[in-house]
Nanobody, 121 residues
């Protein structure tokens, strides 16, 4: 599966952004979808994930209550709604696809190219 993330940009602290990740192919609904981020000088970290049907989600503690992951299997797209953004949310955000619902980079087999999110204070 090929993934294309979009929707990043520059936003002030407290603002919102919605990231999208479009997947190619007919196998989108077979995959758990996740969002990760990587800030300069830091390792890539888990942000959120959603099960194949969309009925289950998981979030990093740092984004719980502020970010919401969702998917539309008819459109082969997964979303990340980010509210109450903080400067520490600044990073390149990646969408990824996995067969297992495990919040680890190593569990994900397919990755999008990343989209930059910058939150100014």
């Amino acid at each position: 599966v090929q993934l294309q993330a979009s929707g990043g940009g520059l936003v002030q602290a407290g603002g919102s952004l919605r990231l999208s990740c479009a997947a190619s192919g007919r196998t989108f609904r077979r995959y758990v979808m996740g969002w990760f981020r990587q800030a300069p000088g830091k390792e890539r970290e888990f942000v959120a994930a959603i099960t194949r049907s969309g009925g289950g989600t998981n979030y990093a503690d740092s984004v719980k209550g502020r970010f919401t992951v969702s998917r539309d299997n008819a459109k082969n797209t997964v979303y990340l709604q980010m509210n109450s953004l903080k400067p520490e949310d600044t990073a390149v955000y990646y969408c990824a696809a996995a067969l297992e619902f495990i919040p680890m980079v190593a569990a994900y087999d397919y990755w999008g190219q990343g989209t930059q999110v910058t939150v100014s204070s």
